[in-house]
Structures are given as C-alpha cells and as structure tokens.
C-alpha cells in the first residue's frame, strides 16, 4: 500500500532499508557471546523489562523524581529483549512491523474518511 502520507512513506522506507540488518546483528551478537536461552525465556524477560519500565512511569505519574537515564535504560532493555524474542522465534521483525504499520494507516484513512462524511 504506498498511501499519500509522506511521513508514512518515509517510516517503512527507513524500517525496510535497515531493520533486518540491524535484527541479524542482534541475533549474531547474541549467539555469539550469550549462553543459549529458548524463547519462553526471552518472552518473560520482555515482559519483565516491560514491568520495569512501567514501574518507572508509575513512579513519574504519582509526582517521584526518576532519573531519565533509567528511563532510557529500561527502553533499551525492552528493545533488546524483544529482538531477542523475535530472534528466537524466527520471526522477521521488518514484515511484521510493515504489515502492522499498513493495517494501522488502513484504519487511520478509514476513519479519517468517515469523520470527514459528518
């Protein structure tokens, strides 16, 4: 789907020029120098880090001073186990995040185009 949307076009040009290069890396660099890990383990660990992270917006929403640089750890942490999952998984990262991003500009279109028919 190439839609009107240059900033759109402009996303999955950037994903499908670099992302599979940079999910191989990932994959290289983990079954090089990390001991082996089945992907149950990287699916919990995603989710951890995940938690992690709230836990940090958690404390920002109440009104509790939290480092940004912690908050920038936890996003790396998320970002690096969830390519370890996919990895893991066999899963192509590139497709699914294309294919998602052309179902959600599917949608935004769609009802951009209802509201404008009220």
Do not use: H
């Amino acid at each position: 789907m190439k839609a009107e949307n240059p900033v759109f076009n402009k996303l999955l040009e950037a994903i499908d020029s670099s992302l599979s290069d940079v999910q191989k890396l990932f994959d290289e660099y983990q079954k090089n120098y990390f001991t082996y890990r089945p992907p149950e383990f990287f699916c919990l660990e995603l989710n951890g880090e995940a938690g992690e992270l709230a836990n940090l917006e958690k404390k920002l929403w109440k009104g509790k001073a939290v480092d940004k640089s912690s908050l920038a750890d936890e996003t790396a942490d998320v970002f690096i186990a969830l390519f370890n999952y996919a990895n893991s998984r066999q899963i192509d990262i590139k497709s699914a995040l294309i294919n998602k991003l052309r179902k959600i500009e599917k949608t935004r279109i769609e009802l951009a185009q209802r509201n404008q028919n009220y």
